[in-house]
């Protein structure tokens, strides 16, 4: 029984910061392939970061430079660090671990960034 809990979304003013946590319980953190996934009203779901092989990551092209994706394996947390937040970020955000036969998704948490 996977389950990702989510926190940290809010609302703010463009220009500004906010820090997602998402921790995993229930099986074993390291052997899951952790991202985060955004979705907009009447936009597809795209990826936004994600941790790869060799403990590289990746970004979405929008937000590179501005967001940082980052773990606590102690603590069975991933972070996404969000600066210099544009009007165009706002969304739900959702933490996503990947296991071997499925995924599996937190309940998301709205970032709402404001002109």
């Known amino acids: 029984q996977v389950q990702l809990v989510e926190s940290g979304g809010g609302l703010v003013q463009a220009g500004g910061s906010l820090r997602l946590s998402c921790t995993l319980s229930?099986?074993?953190?390291?052997?899951?392939?952790m991202g985060w996934f955004r979705q907009a009203p009447g936009k597809e779901r795209e990826l936004v970061a994600a941790?790869?092989?060799?403990?590289?990551?990746n970004y979405v092209d929008s937000v590179k430079g501005r967001f940082t994706i980052s773990r606590d394996n102690a603590k069975n947390t991933i972070y996404l660090q969000m600066n210099s937040l544009k009007v165009e970020d706002t969304a739900v955000y959702y933490c996503?671990?990947?296991?071997?036969?499925?995924?599996?998704w937190g309940q998301g948490t709205q970032v709402t960034v404001t002109s």
């Open positions: 941790f790869t092989s060799g403990g590289r990551t």
């Open positions: 229930g099986r074993t953190f390291s052997n899951y392939a």
């Open positions: 996503v671990a990947g296991g071997l036969s499925r995924d599996y």
